[in-house]
């Protein structure tokens, strides 16, 4: 009986400490298992016509927020030169939100695909505002999969080309990966 109550009292006080957190320990993670990997590439968008790589999915409907208030589907060649010619070694896929009165601002959600050589079924995210009006700005890199497990980091970019039919956009990406 009273081996009954102490293992009684004991599930009842260990259960709930050892199953009911939301969090597991926190443990240091040895920083020498980390790598750096350091791309560039380019993105090349086309809007309107047969190849298009942007397709507007919503706009806003009121002439007060502008003609910029839109949401844009994006499915974009990645390749290893500016040209549009040169190799295709991925696709980005993604979302950019455009918002603003007077500049246009981007709200953009990307995700580089690669498909060619050693990185070929890894990609890389990044979620960040994104200025497009300037010609160099930043993005952050917020996650990954593949050889890019746990990523982060950060993408130069930089406008090579743009009219009102297509742009051509360096990529210059830092990642902090496993």
């Known amino acids: 009986m009273e081996r009954t109550m102490i293992l009684c009292w004991f599930l009842l006080l260990c259960i709930p400490m050892a199953y009911g957190g939301y969090y597991s320990k926190t443990e240091s993670l040895v920083s020498h298992l980390r790598k750096v990997t350091n791309l560039r590439f380019f993105f090349h968008g086309i809007l309107g016509g047969e190849n298009t790589t942007a397709v507007t999915v919503a706009s806003a409907n ?3 927020l502008g003609p910029s208030n839109s949401i844009v589907v994006d ?3 990645l390749t290893v030169g ?6 295709t070694i991925g696709n980005a ?3 950019e939100v455009f918002a603003g009165r007077d500049t246009t601002t981007v709200v953009v959600y990307l995700d580089f695909g690669f498909t060619e050589g050693e990185l070929n079924g890894s990609s890389i995210s990044v979620f960040s505002r994104n200025p497009a009006t300037e010609t160099e700005r930043e993005l952050a890199v917020i996650g990954g999969r593949g050889k890019f497990k746990l990523a982060e980091g950060y993408a130069l970019l930089k406008t090579i080309f743009i009219s009102n039919t297509s742009l051509v956009v360096e990529y ?7």
């Open 62 to 64: 009121s002439s007060l």
């Open 75 to 77: 499915h974009a060649p």
């Open 82 to 87: 500016p040209e549009p010619t040169s190799k």
């Open 93 to 95: 896929q993604g979302l």
């Open 172 to 178: 210059n990406v830092t990642v902090i990966h496993y």
